[in-house]
Nanobody, 121 residues
Framework: QVRLVESGGGLVQAGGSLRLSCAAS????????MGWYRQAPGKQRELVATITRGGGTNYADSVKDRFTISRDNAKNTVYLQMNSLKPEDTAVYYCNANVRTLPYLYTADYWGQGTQVTVSS
């Protein structure tokens, strides 16, 4: 089927930066919207940012002007550049992709396994 593998999480001090990557592989015909979500302990999973195949972006208000989402369609990869990190950004970050799969061109959402981002004060 389709597999999403995230990388780039870790521990950083407040004010620092991290870059997350998520590569999709498998029976992929095309990928529509890709995005990043996060879930902090005791909280629901929330949208961080999404990007369409054409490059249109959408951000949560809490990360606007600090985070930048981008993608490389040739590599089926989405990135999240996170700057000016705050302790409240601490969460598990999940990659999501809306994928049209081979051979029947069905469309479905897929999720990565998550990567931990911890911001210390």
């Amino acid at each position: 089927q389709v597999r999403l593998v995230e990388s780039g999480g870790g521990l950083v001090q407040a004010g620092g930066s991290l870059r997350l990557s998520c590569a999709a592989s498998g029976s992929i015909f095309s990928i529509n919207t890709m995005g990043w979500y996060r879930q902090a302990p005791g909280k629901q999973r929330e949208l961080v940012a999404t990007i369409t195949r054409g490059g249109g972006t959408n951000y949560a208000d809490s990360v606007k002007d600090r985070f930048t989402i981008s993608r490389d369609n040739a590599k089926n990869t989405v990135y999240l550049q996170m700057n000016s990190l705050k302790p409240e950004d601490t969460a598990v970050y999940y990659c999501n992709a809306n994928v049209r799969t081979l051979p029947y061109l069905y469309t479905a959402d897929y999720w990565g396994q998550g990567t931990q981002v911890t911001v210390s004060s």
